[in-house]
Every structure is written in C-alpha cells, then in structure tokens.
C-alpha cells in the first residue's frame, strides 16, 4: 500500500466532460481523461480496506455489487499510485479480457461496493483502469502476444460480442485455432452496433480486434448461422462449438395501433445510426433520422438514454422518456445500506442533453403506453398513456404496476422508440443446432455450466443467461472457454478469476 492516507488525503476527481452545448454536435467520446499525474492521485485514495468489497461480485437484495469479473482492483491501484503503469496491466488483464471496453461502458459495480464510499466517495476505479489500458497502448505493451503452441483443436465462436471475444482470446491463448462467426459486416455484436459511438468509439473496438487477429483469431463476417451458413458444416469442420449470439429478441409493446408507421425498436434505430456513421458520416441517409420529429422513447434503462441521446444528435424536434417504475431517490434510502448498489436516481448523459436542449428531463415516470394513434396514412401522430401505480399483489406478496383510472393523457409523437429491454435467443440460431431453450427463451444449459444438450456445442453471455452487463459477458466467455478446455485436453490451465 503506497500511501496509507490517501483516501483522507486527495479528493476524489474524475475525467471532464465535454458541456451538452458542445457534444451534440457529434458523435465522439466525450470525456477528457485526467493527466498521468492525477490519475496516480487517484490511485493513492484505494485505502487497503482488508475486505475489497470492490472485486466481490455479488449479489446483495437482488442487484449485483462489486465486480463479477473479480478484477484486483486494490493491487492495480497501489501500483498505478507507484507508476508502475506496466505491473498494473499485468494485474489488469488476468482477469479482464477488454478493459479498453468496460473502462467506458460498465457502470463500475466496483465503485458502488468501495469501502471508501462507505462515509465519503468511492475510487475512481473505472477511470483507473481506463488510464491503464490506454497507458499501455501509448507505450506498447499492449501489443500482440502469438502463442508459442498450438494444440490442433479447432473452436468455432458464433457471434462476437463481449462473451464470444473473451472466449475467442482464451482459447487462443491456449493454443486452440478458435474462428469466430459474426451475421454482421462488423466485428463487435453489442459492442459495435449495440453502443453508441459517443460512449465506445468503434475504432476502439477494431484496435483490439487487430490485435486478436494478429495472434491468430480469424473472423469471418457476413455469416448469419441458420441462414446463409449451415449449423451442420460448422459441427463437422470444429472440434467444438461456442453460441455467443447474445439475448436478440426485443420486448414489443403489444397495444392497440401497434401497426403504425414510424414505430421502431430501439435496437434497429442505434444499430442504423451507428453503420451510416461509419460508412460515410451520415451522409448515405441509410438510418431512422430523428430530425425534426417529436421523439417517444419507451423505457428508462441504458438503451432509452443511448435513444434520447441519439435523437438529439440527430436534431429531434422534442424527446419525450416513458418510464414504467417510480422516479428512485436522489440519496440512498435507508433500507439500501452500503455495499448493496444504490438504488438512486440517475440522469444519465442523454438527460443530460435533453435537459440543456429542450429546458427540462425528458423522463416521465410511472407511465405506460395504452393506445398508438395513426393518421389517415397509418403513420403514428399521438399515443395515449396511462400513469401507473404500485400495488402489492395479496396473494403472492410481488409488486406490480398497475394502471390509475382516469389518468390517461395524449401526446404527439410521430417517431417512438421501443427501449423494453431482450428476451433471450433467436429460435433459428437455437433450431439450426438443435438446442433447447428455457421458458425464458435463453439457451438452457446445467446451473453453473455451459454445455447444451447437444453434445460439443455450448453457449454463454447473454444467449445463456438473458440481458445483462458486459462485464458478465466478459466473465461468461471466460468461463465457457475454460469449460470447453476441459473438455478438449481432459485438463485445464485457464483461469477465470
């Protein structure tokens, strides 16, 4: 531990923001990371607590605290404090694959688990570990590592987002030829086409990939399993078989009117914005332009920000924000003690915009949609809502949204958004290998395994177990790829945590 006081003795100080005034106007990361010098600051405030709540990962009142990957976040710290930059990426990187990704887009459950948040602010882990990995860009020592081995199995990955990346560099490091498999033009799944540029820049996500490629990874683009691509030719050319396709089926909003024109889901309106993006800036036309419109975004998770924030970019008109649940306190309630995550109301970047844009946050809470309203060319003009209340079902004890009579209202929009979060797999990835599915529609596999039950094929990330986080997909990948070792050598030195 490099400075016993540090935590007392710095305050804690995170990256700059560039101001909404400014952003809006592209599509670019916006924050300005801390120099060298205060990002070692930052480092001395890890207080060498005895019990790192921080790497704990676990799950406390329903909601995950600490980091499921395990990181080892209090020896990086100390040794970004001592400016051993090149120690720390060691540290770093036994247990995170892409510490490039998740330092711009987890929402630090390490932080909120920090011992040092207990009676003041918690280390600005996240930012440390992004001065880590773009460090070692900066100075090489993040630069290809080719395995001196090969051990003649081959490994097919379909899909490559978060779970099926970690899985393909642990398998290659191994020494397996591992080819991964992606249905788009880009490598990336969620991470590419799922992000919006002005969170994860995708020449960051390529970087990496030139890397894995460089160490012997192949990736095959265009090659949709179950459709252009036989799931059998797959299963006789490998030795084994990793389903990484993550959770593809959005949640619809079954309502009268549904039918209209200018209803979209979410997923297809980010994912347009950012291919025309990068094939040509904008200016093929080729996305669901919100300019000028009256936006609705249906849902308050990450996905409806990354929509309000895209809308504004585009030069939306207005942006409205449907949220089902309850606004949650500013502040820690008492029943929601540290270390559990904060159950507390965040404005994230695109309330943030909406907020300088049009004079107020687009969120309206406890509400739902009840009718969409088409005019006489069936495109979408008004939608009817209906405010919610909590209610306490007698029987089963469950709270549940229920609708107040009276309450409903119209607004116009003539673009909405569906931002309802995913539901499990695609029936025709699962039916092109024959695996089964769980009554969540996820891959089903034994608890605390990731085998199906087709022999040799497994599965993991989203797929396996439904909508989450990526450092789950990180960790999913990593323990998939150990399970397929085992499977392949009768033995395994890959490690997980």
């Known amino acids: 531990m490099g400075k016993p006081t540090g935590f007392m003795d710095y305050e804690r100080e995170t990256s700059e923001a560039v101001k909404p005034k400014e952003r809006i106007g592209n599509f670019n990361e916006f924050h300005i ?33 600490g980091c499921p990957l395990h990181n080892l976040i209090p020896e990086w710290n100390d040794l970004v404090f001592t400016g051993k930059w090149k120690e720390a990426l060691k540290r770093l990187k036994k247990t995170n694959n892409f510490p490039e990704f998740t330092a711009r887009v987890c929402p630090a459950p390490c932080e909120a688990a920090c011992t040092c948040g207990l009676n003041g602010s918690p280390v600005t882990i996240k930012e440390n570990e992004y001065g880590i990995i773009e460090h070692a860009y900066r100075k090489g020592y993040a630069a290809a590592k080719v395995p001196k081995i090969r051990t003649g199995k081959k490994v097919a990955i379909i899909g490559s987002g978060p779970s099926g990346l970690a899985a393909a560099d642990q398998l290659n490091q191994r020494g397996h030829k591992v080819t991964v498999f992606e249905r788009d033009d880009r490598i990336g799944g969620l991470l590419m086409y799922g992000i919006p540029n002005m969170k994860l820049e995708k020449h960051v996500i390529d970087r990496k990939i030139d890397i894995m490629k460089q160490e012997g990874v192949e990736f095959i683009t265009g090659v949709n399993v179950g459709v252009n691509y036989k799931a059998s030719k797959i299963l006789r050319e490998f030795d084994r078989v990793i389903l990484t396709c993550g ?24 994912k347009a914005t950012t291919k025309s993006l990068l094939d040509s800036g904008l200016e093929d036309g080729n996305y669901l332009s919100a300019k000028d419109k009256k936006v609705l975004v249906i849902g308050g998770g990450d996905t409806g920000n990354d929509c309000v924030g895209t809308s504004i970019r585009h030069g939306a008109a ?72 909590m209610k306490k079902d007698e ?17 116009d929009a003539d673009l909405v958004l569906i931002a309802a979060g995913f539901l499990g797999s695609q029936n025709y990835v699962t039916d092109a290998f024959g695996v089964e599915t769980d009554v969540r529609t996820n891959v089903a596999t034994e608890s605390g395994k990731f085998e199906t039950n087709v022999p040799n094929v497994f599965a993991a990330g989203d797929m396996r177990r439904g909508q989450s986080l990526v450092v789950w997909a990180i960790r999913e990948g990593r323990e998939v790829a150990r399970e397929v070792d085992l499977s392949l050598m009768g033995y395994t030195n890959l490690s997980v945590q």
Request: hydrophobic letters at 35%; glycine letters at 8%; proline letters at 7%.
């Open 318 to 389: 207005s942006v409205v924000q449907f949220e089902m649940m309850p606004k949650l306190p500013d502040t820690r309630s008492d029943n929601n003690p540290w270390p559990q995550w904060p159950k507390v109301c965040k404005t994230d970047y695109g309330q943030e915009e909406a907020i300088y844009q049009y004079g107020h946050d687009p969120r309206v809470f406890r509400t739902t949609v009840k009718e969409f309203i088409a005019d006489e060319a069936g495109n979408i003009c008004k939608v009817k809502a209906v405010k919610l209340n």
């Open 247 to 270: 959770a593809s089926n959005p949640r619809d909003i079954n309502v009268p009117g549904r039918e209209a024109k200018g209803i979209h889901f979410a997923v297809d309106f980010l």
């Open 395 to 411: 029987e089963t004890g469950r709270l549940t949204m229920v609708e107040v009579e009276g309450s409903e209202f119209v607004i």
């Open 33 to 65: 990371p801390l120099s060298r010098e205060k990002q070692m600051r930052q480092g001395a405030r890890c207080m060498d607590c005895g019990v790192p709540f921080c790497q704990s990962g676990i799950v406390l009142e329903g909601a995950v605290t």
